[in-house]
């Protein structure tokens, strides 16, 4: 059983920092990419930040710039730093994980249960 588990998430003012984590658990042998994808209400779930394990990065267009996506390969764990926050930021934040390896010959994709992110005065 793998899971992502994903504190942080919480209320901003704009123009402030916030940086989400998310840990994936479980028997794994490895871990080709990791993300985080929003949604906000009445929208469509969204790419906001990919990285592979190469840490090659890709970014929304809309956060370039503004946030930061790392990972550590070693603890399975990718961060978001998030800077300069906009009121248009607010959203569900899930982490994904792509081509989790739990086996010589089985990969999964995971998803985290989401961490709200709210961004007002």
């Known amino acids: 059983q793998v899971q992502l588990v994903e504190p942080g998430g919480g209320l901003v003012q704009p123009g402030g920092p916030l940086r989400l984590s998310c840990a994936a658990s479980?028997?794994?042998?490895?871990?080709?990419?990791m993300g985080w994808y929003r949604q906000a209400p009445g929208k469509q779930r969204e790419l906001v930040a990919a990285i592979t394990s190469g840490i090659s990065t890709n970014y929304a267009d809309s956060v370039k710039g503004r946030f930061t996506i790392a990972r550590d390969n070693a603890k399975n764990t990718v961060y978001l730093q998030m800077n300069s926050l906009k009121p248009e930021d607010t959203a569900v934040y899930y982490c994904?994980?792509?081509?989790?390896?739990?086996?010589?010959?089985?990969?999964?994709?995971?998803w985290g249960q989401g961490t709200l992110v709210s961004v007002s005065s």
């Open positions: 994904n994980a792509k081509g989790v390896r739990i086996s010589n010959y089985r990969y999964l994709e995971v």
């Open positions: 479980g028997s794994i042998f490895s871990i080709t990419d």
